[in-house]
């Protein structure tokens, strides 16, 4: 490698956060960038150009292991020291012949989001208090700005679109903003994937008696209400606004932009006072995309993206607390002391369905919990981090040996079985591959 490649390979390197570890074949570590000095405490000087074998117990080398299966590995779980938690990604690297010619790990420090975790987890006591009903958790940077955002529209009455995945809290900020602004006064839901399209004019806006030709004894003055008028001056918060049909769409963003709106077959121009919120997932703008929503609608809101659940991991504990705090209460049980695995796993988790998984996974937590502690095994299947001790149970023999013991004890499965790779690999406990490889590695072939 050029001189000038070399030095911007380890400025890019120098510069990431997750400490990077490059071993050539024979383990022997070619890069070792300024995150893994800090993380490790050994510095480049000392450990470049040497077996890495000869700094770390064998079995807690991840970079072996890609080596020896040639299969990449994700999200390995460990604690390399007392107090850090890290999560390794590490993949066996091959040249354009195919053959290995080594290994890259790299590691990302997890352990501020796990000790932040296990503090707040562990003394709720010193969470804030509630301050809000309907309480809101608003720990992460972007949570607080919406909130703030939020509590200072509550008086201009302001149309908003609220924008994430399910489960992101779309409603819930909703509630909050109708326990600001007008909790005495009605909190209506319509929601456009729940009422058969054609329906919707008619909920809405209400419609003219003769328009639909039936007649109705609860009808006042030949016309039905619609939502708008029932929120009176509460709110209205219509779910999934992007399954609205096109002319409903068009219709509701002039009645926003006019404070009144015509019943479905009227004449009549009609004030409302309620205030509208709305909620659709992120990609709203592909729906404008392609003509099915309304451009006017879409900027007669003000917009609020609310960001999934694995981007604002600093909400995690508060949250965990919250729904425990609630469950507890139900079910008489004390809240469960959750172990430091359990806090990575969950502040780990990519979460898809948000709040509502969370919040499921938090439930099954509670009623799981015979006495007060939860460990790994309490959580769903596909929440479990991999542990590196259980990452290398199956070659455990050799692994936790010294490379010195390791080689010798090939050498002598090598000679009671006469040469017989296969069997020696038996005897060892390891695959075939694997003694291949090792057998390469120690040059012993
Ligand atoms: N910031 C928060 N603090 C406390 N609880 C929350 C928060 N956000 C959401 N929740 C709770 O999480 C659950 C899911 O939230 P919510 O129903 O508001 O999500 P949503 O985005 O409206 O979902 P969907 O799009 O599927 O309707 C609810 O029980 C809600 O009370």
């Not at 404070?259 to 997932?281: D, E, N, Q, Y």
């Not at 000679?415 to 040059?443: E, P, V």
Request: proline share 5%.
């Amino acid at each position: 490698m050029h001189q000038y490649e070399k030095a911007f390979l380890n400025g890019i390197l120098d510069f990431v956060n997750d400490a990077v570890t490059c071993v050539n074949r024979e383990g022997v570590v070619i890069f070792w960038n300024r995150a893994a000095e800090h993380m490790y405490g050994i510095p480049k000087e000392q450990i470049i150009g040497k077996r890495i074998g000869e700094f770390f117990q064998k079995g807690s080398l991840m970079l072996y292991q890609v080596m020896e299966t040639g299969c990449p590995v994700f999200q390995v779980y460990h604690t390399p020291q007392p107090d850090t938690h890290v999560l390794i990604n590490a993949t066996p690297i091959f040249n354009d012949s195919s053959e290995l010619i080594g290994a890259i790990s790299v590691e990302q420090n997890i352990t501020s989001t796990v000790k932040l975790s296990e503090d707040l987890f562990q003394s709720p006591g010193k969470q804030n208090p509630k301050i809000s009903i309907p309480f809101i958790v608003q720990r992460s940077a972007q949570m607080k700005q919406t909130v703030d955002y939020l509590t200072q529209t509550a008086k201009l009455n302001v149309p908003i679109l609220f924008l994430g995945e399910t489960g992101v809290g779309k409603q819930a900020l909703a509630y909050f903003l109708h326990s600001l602004g007008s909790a005495g006064d009605p909190f209506l839901t319509l929601n456009c994937e729940a009422l058969p399209p054609g329906l919707l004019d008619a909920e809405l806006f209400g419609y003219q008696e003769d328009f639909l030709n039936v007649h109705r004894p609860d009808m006042q003055s030949g016309e039905r209400q619609g939502k708008l008028d029932h929120a009176q001056n509460g709110i209205l918060y219509i779910k999934n606004i992007h399954a609205m049909p096109l002319p409903t769409q068009v219709r509701l963003a002039n009645a926003i932009r006019d404070r009144r709106f015509f019943r479905v077959g009227g004449m009549k121009p009609i004030s409302f006072t309620c205030r509208i919120l709305a909620s659709s997932h992120p990609n709203l703008m592909n729906h404008i995309k392609d003509d099915t929503f309304s451009k006017e609608l879409y900027y007669t809101f003000h917009l609020v993206s609310i960001p999934a659940l694995k981007d604002r991991i600093e909400d995690i504990p508060e949250l965990g607390i919250h729904f425990l705090e609630d469950l507890s209460v139900k079910l008489g049980k004390p809240i469960p002391r959750l172990s430091t695995n359990v806090i990575a796993a969950l502040a780990t988790y990519e979460w898809p369905g948000n709040l509502h998984e969370f919040k499921n996974v938090m439930e099954r937590l509670m009623l799981q919990a015979k006495e007060t502690d939860i460990t790994l095994e309490h959580l769903p299947e596909s929440l479990r981090l991999i542990t590196l001790s259980e990452f290398f149970e199956e070659s455990k023999q050799l692994t936790d040996l010294s490379e010195e013991m390791e080689r010798k004890m090939i050498g002598e499965a090598l000679k009671r079985t006469n040469g017989n790779k296969a069997n020696a690999a038996r005897l060892l406990g390891i695959s075939r591959g694997s003694l291949y490889y090792k057998m390469k590695l120690y040059n012993m072939s």
